[in-house]
């Protein structure tokens, strides 16, 4: 049973927001496995999808938690970044998917219907930065296949296992935005990041990071049964496309994002204020 995120909590009790992906999953599985620990606390999963996530983390219901880049500008005066835990895309990222009597390309995009996986998403931050207007109808990101399938849209923003499962649903691509932000920038795409609450104080949060660092490193030392325990959360994956598609997003800059990936924040963040898709972000302090 999934915990009650607004339930009271002890001061030896931290909660986790991640979204049951593989990817997530695998990052988290030393501290699932309780071979990674944080002082004395119990450590409690909370899992819901990263739109669910982003939207909790407004009012700060969870200590510890994945949301989506786009959603950190709303959340920075609760929560710190880690350097850990973030999920970039090194020359692809969301991709845009079309049945294969739809849309033929990316321009061809303006003014269609094209389902997103939330209004907080990065995918639908990107897509506005990138593409031609369109009208954006939110779906459920494991939804979004099908609606493109059956014709509900012309065109999907697929995420998550989405991005290498659509053939598989008789889909096409139109274009990956990671690609298309790594030709403009030269920097990977910042998709999805790990933060933890200010009010924790700055030493806890530092354990924090480093407690999810020790359990990402634990990960790959046991990368086997790391993958076999988030092929659980890979929706019609199996055990090879859960590998390929955690290596995709558990990479160099979920270790440690570095310069590099603080400059791809800026630089994402500037861009999204600077249209007025965001409010501007100060000081990019990592923990």
Request: negative net charge; charged residues 25%; aromatic residues 8%.
């Amino acid at each position: 049973m999934k915990p009650d995120p607004t339930a009271s909590t002890d001061t030896r009790v931290l909660r986790f927001g991640h979204s049951p992906d593989p990817d997530d999953a695998f990052m988290f599985y030393g501290l699932a496995r309780g071979a990674v620990r944080i002082r004395d606390f119990q450590v409690e999963h909370v899992l819901f999808d990263i739109q669910t996530l982003n939207e909790m983390a407004m009012s700060g219901e969870i200590e510890v938690t994945a949301i989506s880049a786009h959603a950190y500008p709303a959340v920075a005066d609760r929560y710190w970044i880690m350097r850990c835990g973030a999920s970039m895309g090194i020359g692809y990222g969301p991709i845009l998917v079309a049945a294969p009597d739809g849309p033929a390309s990316l321009e061809a995009l303006a003014g269609a219907r094209i389902a997103i996986p939330g209004l907080l998403t990065t995918a639908w931050l990107v897509a506005r930065l990138y593409l031609p207007p369109f009208e954006a109808v939110v779906h459920p990101f494991d939804d979004i296949p099908r609606a493109v399938a059956e014709g509900a849209v012309d065109a999907g923003l697929v995420i998550h296992e989405g991005q290498i499962t659509y053939a598989d649903q008789g889909l096409v691509k139109l274009g990956d935005l990671g690609e298309a932000w790594q030709a403009d920038t030269g920097l990977p795409l910042p998709l999805g990041l790990d933060v933890v609450r200010k009010d924790l104080g700055r030493e806890l949060a530092a354990e924090v990071s480093r407690g999810l660092a020790d359990s990402i490193r634990y990960a790959f030392d046991h990368e086997d049964d790391a993958v076999a325990y988030a092929l659980d959360y890979g929706r019609g994956l199996d055990t090879e496309k859960a590998r390929t598609f955690v290596r995709m997003y558990v990479n160099e800059y979920t270790r440690d994002m570095g310069e590099e990936g603080r400059r791809a924040l800026r630089t994402l963040f500037d861009r999204a204020a600077a249209a007025g898709y965001t409010e501007p972000v100060g000081e990019i302090d990592l923990i």
